[in-house]
């Protein structure tokens, strides 16, 4: 048991979760720095986690941080911070969170460019939904975002997660889902059951969440009951893409020069 002051004891709790969230934004900036010099944000993590220093935790890029805390508690810091007059302690704290949104929006464009300059009217798989594997939790879950913006873009999605339920998915959207993908000109969305329920006739496949299946997908079987050309957006990295490629699936993956 550690005794501190009341004060101490308040910002040491938003400070942990603040601390968190900045490393989950600082290796996800260098991602998209990665995909434009040439270097590989794996072998960056890697070579900066092997620094005791710095240590290896929260060095996995991916999609943004969700969950009911970081984005709430840095809010709350920011607030402190700029009740004492602490403005520009304020602002680097903002950044934190415009670097999650920033990095959300990017991989939103990139999916965009990849698929001929327009989601529109085209069909895409969304592999996870929860703000992490091994739980239904959705709150402030990288894939809400996401998915509303693709399906403004007129992006039909098929949405597929092991332990998020179609409910949950109509109430963090605010949209329920479509009976029929094929009957409107605007986005919308349907949830799917399996992998390759989800997958089946669509010009694209993106994983949001770290989940273990999709670690393993069988491409081959996949392959034959896609849209062509088809793409793969692996926002964790964790997919088997030189298998997806064998399978001539088109690739991207965070943080991969070879992506550009």
């Known amino acids: 048991i550690l005794r501190t002051n009341l004060w101490s004891s308040e910002l040491s709790k938003l400070t942990a979760n603040a601390f968190l969230a900045q490393r989950i934004s600082s290796i996800n900036s260098i991602s998209g720095l990665c995909e434009k010099t040439g270097a590989d ?4 993590s890697q070579a900066i986690g092997m620094d005791k220093r710095i240590g290896t935790h929260f060095l996995k890029p991916g999609p943004g941080f969700g969950g009911s805390c970081f984005n709430k508690d840095i809010l709350n810091l920011i ?16 950044g934190v969170i415009k670097i999650n949104t920033w990095q959300q929006n990017r991989i939103t464009k990139t999916i965009v460019s990849k698929l001929f300059g327009t989601v529109a009217e085209k069909y895409i798989a969304i592999l996870g939904f929860s703000f992490k594997s091994n ?25 597929y997660d092991p332990k998020v339920n179609k409910k949950q998915i109509e109430i963090d959207l605010k949209l329920k889902q479509s009976d029929n993908l094929g009957s409107s000109e605007n ?13 089946k006739a669509v010009d694209g496949i993106i994983v949001l969440t770290e989940w273990d299946e999709f670690k393993n997908i069988n491409w081959h079987d996949i392959s034959k009951h896609t849209r062509k050309p088809t793409w793969l957006f692996d926002s964790r990295n964790i997919c088997n893409t030189d298998l997806a490629k064998t399978e001539n699936l088109e690739v991207w993956e965070l943080g991969s020069s070879e992506s550009k």
């Open 187 to 199: 986005g919308s969305w349907i949830h799917s059951t399996s992998i390759l329920e989800a997958t």
């Open 79 to 94: 607030y402190l911070c700029n009740y004492y007059g602490l403005h520009e302690v304020a602002e680097y704290w903002e």
């Open 41 to 44: 944000i794996n072998e960056v």
């Open 135 to 159: 739980t239904n939790d959705t709150r402030e879950s990288p894939a809400i975002k996401i998915c509303n913006d693709l399906m403004n873009e007129g992006a039909k999605l098929k949405i």
